[in-house]
């Protein structure tokens, strides 16, 4: 059997924060352990937002740890082309819709919703569906955006989308959960059903972005060969939509392994402007790496 493939991930959009260490450190020591390969990834698709300096101080900070990985390492800005191939197959497939709402005309219809007493379905993380354009605009308005330079975003159409799956893959979607005791390896494996529509029309790419958190992460997990993807619980709903694209695109399928999030002393997850808790400022206070992981158990 080839050795397993595990992947850290971050987002160079910030600075790195005891949650990210964690993950990182958890997927280090599981390839070390398991004699697999350990890849850092840098998801940097948002060019506003991750800039090199931050992806500097990221890979510092990693080193800080402790921590090395195989180079050279993706970097998902260099990928766009990649994506588009994929979104390109999903496109053939009829899957692909053109959205010309706008964020506010969204939140403002479903504001409307709910104040007209409807129960407006929100997805996972808590966010409302998006409405179909002709739930809010008129059909002349749609055409006269789609004609224009106005914003867009690609949305796979969820409907359809699983109108396919049933055809190609009659059987339920499921992933293998290998769950997420303290050290993130211990829980037997089960299999877990997903249901994709609960995060409704999910985008793809945007006028701006051409591609999504979802559709470069089941890329990139593919063309690595990664086989465990050991990541956050916040991610965890998020792997139906994985399962649904890998599906659809014909990717394999890695074993997932969902860790306990780190949570901050007011119980909330941490965010990148956590300035307490991030590595830079631990360091700064004369922190080390060795205090790092025995603060997350993992000394
Ligand atoms: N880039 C994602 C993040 O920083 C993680 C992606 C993943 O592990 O699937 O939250």
Redesign the pocket.
Known sequence: MSSPVFRF???PNGHLHLGHAYSALLNFEAARRLGGRFLLRV?DIDRTRCTPELEAAMMEDLHWLGLDWETPVLRQSERFAAYQTHLDTLTRLGLVTKSVLTRSEIKRFVVEQEQGGHVWPRDPDGAPLVPKDTAILSRDVIAERLESEANFALRLDMAKALDLLREVRPERLTWQEGGAGPDGLQQAVKTVSCDPSVWGDVVLARKDTPTS?HLS?VADDALQGVSD?L??QD?YAATGVHRLLQTLLGLPEPLYRHHPLILGDDGRKLSKSTGSTSLRALRADGVTGADIRKRLGLG
């Open positions: 991930a971050p987002s998801e958190y992460v993807v990541r956050g991610l």
